[in-house]
């Protein structure tokens, strides 16, 4: 029983090659005329073709596919999976920090344009809290772009724009600050600086800080993408070696009669765990980035949109008033703005689109909910006092308008505005929260892995080597 | 009134058809030539005085009168007057930054005819208007008159009516006072020359740029801060205008002879016929007065120290119906 059930051994192909064993006839085929010389590779198809006529030569050649079969699972899992937990890692420590960051840059370049007209429209002497928010705005923007910058190079598609941000930032603040200097001359002047400014903010800065915001963004995705992107050579690999392993073991017994190689089994159990492990390990991970999309980014994506739209709103509300009168497509965008965030106002009831309505229903707690439930309650506040403030101003009322506008207090536009943006804040820090958890959950979901299965791999394939060398041992 | 309003409109009529059979008239009549004002004082012999195409100066407006017509009606009954204005034309009409009120010489004549036609302590709501929506606000009666420092042209007498001039000003250069520039002639070439869209600067500079390269702003005080930021080499628009950017910077200056002599008047729908003969009589008052007058009050008040004018004067009312 020894003997190979499959017979005679193969017919060797033309020309007719001995078998290194078959010491006696080798001499006789270096006489044979054919190739002067042979390639390595021919030579080494020769030996293995030799070495299968015979059990223990078939016996090695198994034990050696096996090894490498055992061993590259290893390895590809322990590459495959590195590589998603460093895009996991990449999510949770740059790619969304880094989003956010820019974000919050965006917000912070709007916002300082903003107070800096509303503290304009305040006249005379600058309200502090005003000027104090103007600068504290600026202070968050630089440190945000160094940071950005910091963690960027030339080749990155978002390096123009960090370039172009910080070449218009001082440029900015230096028209502001002429703008103040005039103002306080009591020169016109100044207004024609802030509008000077204004447009600077509009036309080079703010664009293109939404530039860098897209492209942070893009980055992230690529990093989420890549970390649940599904190890599939590994898992054919991995199958692949499992299969085989069955074979040579079902073949083991069929010639043997005997039921178990403890080393092959070894090798099984441990590649079978290194499989599941993986499979268990990535589907984890992968609910974790997936979870850290659905209740983090999506949610986070619509908050940020409709934050924008708010400080583009108030922008346009305070410019409704320096234009005085002439004014009317400021208005038609502040409308137009606080339709996309809060929906249209019919009969003053909410219709339930705008984004803030969006970022309601993709709120997954009560916890999430209720700060984008504050911040669309005021901004119904802030419709009713926006429309007496233009009905004032149409009446000649001018600086009860502005006074209801920017003017300090409880119940006024402004005061609505920030509760509006109290409220974003809280939302946004809560979904943020929420990514984060979630994704640091899919990233730790990896770890160990890769050496775990580089372990497993070599346990594997010593088991191989084990059995089949024990199978060898009955052939000497 | 109906015979005034026949012969007004006869007038009119007569006066929008170019006149193709009828001479025309002479350029100068006593009218004008008792019509210089502040402006005609640095006037060079080479500015331009428009004439429009029935032979007659645009600056010609209604005899005044007191009759309260639909339009005066009107203001009283909404019991406020809507003035376009502006806030960026310092000494003229600009907002004080230090109170946030709208203040200059345009103003003060705003308060003077919102008191002839509500009384003491009128309501008047500003509106600002920039340059070239004038026109448009006047026509759709969004204010009742516009004072912004706005020249009387035959062009405009077609979409607006005018008062008579109030003062009288001419297109001026602006420049550092460490350029070249020299004026309106070869010291502009190649070089870009700032003025307000919808300004009559800018009709003249479309018509003949000089080889300068005009930019077009907002607003004329645009241009001193495109100045300053040396974003434009010069500026171009009237005098008047002028001297309120130089007052904001003293290293600025005009340059160069007033190339052109243009009345200020107050712009009002055409149809407001009544209004337009009773801005005149408050015109009339504001001038009554040599020294003592509201205009020459006013003149102190807002431009006597900016404007290098030898014998400041209000320019004389010319009109157009007898």
Known sequence: MTQPPSGPPPTPAVPPVPASRQAPRSGASVAVPGPPRRTAWAEGVDRLRAAAVTEPGRLRIIGAVLVALVLAFGAVTAWQVSDRAAAAEAVVARSQPLSADAASLYRCLADADTTAAGAFLAGGDEPPELRERYERDIRTASLLLTRAAANSDASDPGYAEIVKLNRELPVYTGLVETARANNRQGLPLGGAYLRHAGERMREELLPAAEALHRFETARLREDHGAARSRPVLALLTGVVALAALGWAQRRHHLRTNRVFNLGLLAATVATATTLLWLIAAHGLARSGLDDSDRYGARSLQVLNEAWTGVLRARGDENMTLVARGGGAEYEESYQAGMREVAGDPVAGERDGTGLLARALALADDAEGRTPVRDALRATDRWREHHATARALENDGRYDDAVALVVGPGRDTARSAFDAVEAGLAEAVEHEQREFERAAERGRDALDGLPAGAGALAVLGAVGVVLGIGRRLSEYR | ?322
């Open chain 2, 1 to 322: 009134m109906s015979l005034g309003g026949l012969v007004l409109s006869v007038a009119m009529l007569l006066w929008t058809v170019p006149a193709t059979g009828t001479p025309a008239r002479p350029a100068a009549d006593g009218d004008r030539a008792a019509g210089r004002g502040p402006g005609a004082a640095r006037t060079s012999p080479a500015a331009e005085r428009e004439t429009c195409a029935d032979g007659r100066d645009p600056a010609e407006s209604l005899r005044p009168s007191n009759e309260a017509g639909p339009a005066v009606e009107r203001v009283r009954r909404a019991g406020r007057l809507v003035v376009g204005v502006d806030q960026n034309s310092y000494l003229w009409g600009y907002r004080d930054p230090s109170s946030g009120d709208i203040v200059g010489f345009d103003i003060d004549l705003v308060k003077a005819i919102a008191k002839d036609l509500l009384g003491d302590d009128p309501e008047i709501v500003y509106k600002t208007v920039p340059t070239d929506r004038r026109i448009p606000a006047v026509q759709r009666r969004e204010v009742d008159m516009v004072v912004r420092t706005m020249s009387i042209t035959c062009a405009r007498l077609k979409e607006v009516a005018f008062s008579t001039a109030y003062f009288e000003a001419g297109q001026q250069i602006l420049a550092p006072r460490s350029s070249s520039i020299t004026g309106f002639d070869e010291t502009l070439r190649g070089k870009r020359l700032c003025t307000a869209a919808g300004s009559t600067a800018q009709t003249l500079l479309e018509k003949d740029d000089g080889g300068a390269e005009p930019v077009y702003v907002d607003n004329q005080l645009d241009c001193l801060v495109r100045l300053q930021l040396g974003e434009v080499d010069a500026v171009m628009t009237d005098s008047a205008l002028a001297a309120g950017q130089a007052a904001q910077d003293p290293s600025v200056r005009l340059v160069g002879d007033p190339l052109t002599v243009e009345p200020y008047g107050v712009a009002m729908h055409r149809e407001d016929e009544d209004l337009v003969r009773r801005v005149n009589k408050v015109l009339d008052d504001y001038r009554r007065g040599g020294e003592n007058s509201p205009w020459m009050a006013a003149y102190k008040r807002w431009l006597a120290d900016k404007m290098e004018v030898a014998e400041p004067a209000p320019p004389a009312p010319a009109y157009r119906d007898r």
